[in-house]
């Protein structure tokens, strides 16, 4: 059985620090890899995806960055954490086809910058 | 515009009664759809896929998909207080070089007891 890990579970974290959550993926080889954001109680919104090692496409500009450094691992990042990172991060993998992909999320990460 | 619109925003029910969610798309480019359930403080899960006009039936789970209106809707029959829950339409379009999967801005679901 396919198994998603998201680490760390919360982070309160000042503004203008540096930021880096991780997934994990066991069970599943080349998956496609997402990371989404939600504000509380709010839409998902698609920030990156990757379809393999060390190819990651940006879907909406946050000054986030992500990164695929093995099959199973996706890490989002950044520098200079904003007030408006606040939120839910989610990480997601799907079959490794074209179209009609079921997400499986992650039980997220939840940030809060102070 | 937001691609995929749902309605109510909130909607309250009685145990064992009938909840009834709607999501509407303006991108006639959307082959795929799905419904998905988030409980508060976890990740969303997806409880059905729906690709052909028509209905699929998933236990107390009913979806109705008309690709012609754009219109999707879940039913859910006998709820129960597990119910409860935030409920996210989905959607994509066939072959998107982007991986795009478009959510709407969800139903938040009560069920009384």
């Known amino acids: 059985a396919q198994t998603i890990h998201q680490w760390p579970v919360a982070e309160i974290k000042a503004v203008g620090s540096p930021l880096s ?14 990371w989404y954001w939600q504000a509380t109680g709010g839409t998902l919104q698609q920030l990156f995806y990757s379809i393999t090692v060390g190819q990651v496409e940006s879907v909406v500009q946050l000054n986030l960055s ?9 890490i989002l990042s950044t520098e200079k954490l904003l ?3 606040s939120g839910f991060y989610l990480c997601a993998w799907s079959l490794g086809t074209n179209s009609g992909n079921t997400l499986y999320f992650g039980e997220g990460s939840r940030l809060i910058v102070v | 515009q937001q691609k995929v619109q749902q309605s109510p925003e909130s909607l309250s029910v009685p145990e064992g009664g009938m909840a009834s969610l709607n999501c509407t798309s303006s991108d006639r480019n959307f082959q795929y759809f799905w419904w998905y359930r988030q ?12 690709f052909s ?4 039936k998933e ?3 009913t979806a109705h998909l008309n690709k012609a209106s754009l219109h999707v809707s879940l039913h859910i029959r006998d709820s129960q207080p597990s119910d ?18 478009f959510f709407g801005d969800g139903t938040q679901l009560v069920v009384k007891p």
């Open chain 1, 83 to 85: 007030l408006s990172h």
């Open chain 2, 59 to 61: 236990g107390r789970f």
């Open chain 2, 39 to 50: 409980h508060s403080g976890e990740g969303p899960k997806a409880l059905m896929s729906i």
């Open chain 2, 84 to 101: 409860s829950a935030l409920y996210f339409c989905a959607a994509s379009e066939r072959g998107d070089s982007n991986n795009r999967i």
């Open chain 1, 21 to 34: 959550l991780g997934c994990t993926i066991k069970g599943k080889s080349s998956p496609n890899l997402y």
């Open chain 1, 66 to 74: 992500a990164s695929r450094p093995k099959d199973d691992q996706f």
């Open chain 2, 53 to 56: 006009d028509g209905d699929k």
